[in-house]
């Protein structure tokens, strides 16, 4: 009994101990870096005000400390590294300034159209069942495509005619290109994809084309 009494007399002093501990200290800081005899102290709300701007960072004044901290690591001398050093773009295989390598913007998925009608002219030199105005067909054609981005079926009658007015010229200069062109339309109109009369304006104007080359041989 004398062990359990000197057990809880015990426990009785370890409880007031803690309690006299957990006594706010004028020096000491909570977690928010707040002295606790000052929030003791101040009571009035200008003065809370004051305490809580002053050591109590908003959200936007963290954002700037952030978006500052990294702009200072981009001046990092040890970046002066990447400066003597070349890069070059995966697909078009030219150089790249220092400021397009540390830019947040990935230029990975840039296409250029030289380098492109390169790959498919190389592509369709490949075919060896393909007459040669066939691919030359091809190849004006995946050029027009890939430039205007064409995405969509629906797309497909106003580029027919679109294409004919930008290459019409030259296809009446070669026979064999404007029956290419024309079985070419043929195909897309039986897939559907192609109207009877995007296709007949088509035709329209490559006889326009082919009044206007004969006027000018005459």
Same mark, same amino acid.
């Given at each position: +009994?004398?062990?359990?009494?000197?057990?809880?007399?015990?426990?009785?002093? =370890?409880?007031?101990?803690?309690?006299?501990?957990?006594?706010?200290?004028?020096?000491?800081?909570?977690? =928010?870096?707040?002295?606790?005899?000052?929030?003791?102290?101040?009571?009035?709300?200008?003065?809370?005000?004051?305490?809580?701007?002053?050591?109590?960072?908003?959200?936007? +004044?963290?954002?700037?400390?952030?978006?500052?901290?990294?702009?200072? /690591?981009?001046?990092?001398?040890?970046?002066?590294?990447?400066?003597?050093?070349?890069? #070059?773009?995966?697909?078009?295989?030219?150089?790249?300034?220092? &400021?397009?390598?540390?830019?947040?913007?990935?230029? /990975?998925?840039?296409?250029?159209?030289?380098?492109?009608?390169?790959?498919?002219?190389? +592509?369709?030199?490949?075919?060896?069942?393909?007459?040669?105005? &066939?691919?030359?067909?091809?190849?004006?054609?995946?050029?027009?495509?890939?430039?205007?981005?064409?995405?969509?079926?629906?797309?497909?009658?106003?580029?027919?005619? =679109?294409?004919?007015?930008?290459?019409?010229?030259?296809?009446?200069?070669?026979?064999?290109?404007?029956?290419?062109?024309?079985? #070419? +339309?043929?195909?897309?109109?039986?897939?559907?994809?192609?109207?009877?009369?995007?296709?007949?304006?088509?035709?329209?104007?490559? /006889?326009?084309?082919?009044?206007?080359?004969? /006027?000018?041989?005459?």
């Amino acid at each position: +009994m004398r062990n359990l009494l000197s057990g809880g007399n015990g426990f009785r002093n =370890a409880s007031i101990g803690v309690a006299e501990c957990a006594q706010p200290v004028p020096s000491s800081f909570n977690v =928010a870096g707040v002295s606790s005899a000052a929030a003791q102290s101040c009571t009035d709300p200008g003065c809370l005000q004051s305490v809580s701007g002053n050591n109590l960072a908003p959200p936007a +004044m963290l954002q700037f400390a952030k978006t500052r901290k990294l702009s200072i /690591e981009r001046s990092d001398p040890r970046n002066r590294t990447l400066q003597k050093r070349q890069f #070059f773009h995966s697909q078009r295989a030219k150089p790249m300034a220092i &400021e397009q390598v540390m830019s947040d913007r990935d230029s /990975e998925d840039e296409v250029d159209d030289d380098v492109a009608d390169l790959e498919d002219r190389r +592509m369709l030199d490949d075919f060896v069942d393909v007459t040669k105005d &066939e691919k030359q067909i091809m190849h004006l054609w995946n050029s027009f495509v890939r430039k205007q981005r064409v995405l969509a079926d629906g797309h497909i009658p106003w580029v027919c005619e =679109a294409f004919t007015r930008l290459h019409g010229h030259d296809l009446v200069q070669a026979p064999a290109l404007i029956w290419c062109w024309r079985l #070419f +339309m043929i195909k897309l109109w039986n897939h559907g994809f192609l109207d009877a009369r995007s296709m007949n304006n088509c035709n329209i104007v490559l /006889e326009q084309f082919q009044k206007q080359d004969l /006027e000018h041989k005459n």
